[in-house]
């Protein structure tokens, strides 16, 4: 194995887990929500009276967090090894998990681990178990 190191931002990497975390701190404690994603915007699919605009606007600024970014720095240019219909299985099978585990990764790997949920630790354990599997089975397993 080899480090790309002009991809390896250790600082970087940091302040964006610990805005991640201050973030998700202060929206349960001034809130009493947990910041999940899927919940979320789940809670906007079917809203219930007086949800709707903390909810348009939670997912309105992770749309609008990276163009604003974007004013001030270049973006990242995105790369997908993948045709539209293996991305259209993948974002079916991550919804699917989702619904079934009660909850994505930012609900539990972020949110339901620093309420040190035992649910949430299962959750984080299965889908990093499965993430590694994935990934070794498809680099040297299927690899030509």
Do not use: E, K
């Not at 993948?82 to 079934?100: C, F, N």
């Amino acid at each position: 194995m080899q480090i790309d190191w002009t991809a390896f931002t250790p600082f970087a990497a940091t302040a964006g887990g610990l805005l991640i975390g201050l973030a998700a701190a202060m929206f349960v404690l001034l809130n009493g929500r947990i910041a999940g994603i899927s919940g979320v915007l789940g809670g906007l699919l079917r809203p219930r009276r007086g949800d709707l605009g903390w909810r348009a606007a939670f997912v309105g600024g992770l749309v609008l967090a990276p163009l604003a970014y974007g004013l001030f720095a270049p973006l990242p240019v995105p790369r997908i090894d993948a045709g539209p219909d293996l991305l259209v299985a993948a974002g079916l099978l991550v919804g699917l998990g989702t619904r079934y585990g009660s909850g994505c990764t930012s609900g539990h790997g972020v949110c339901g681990l620093s309420r040190l949920s035992a649910r949430s630790l299962v959750a984080t354990l299965l889908f990093m178990g499965a993430g590694f599997a994935t990934v070794f089975v498809i680099r040297h397993l299927l690899a030509a």
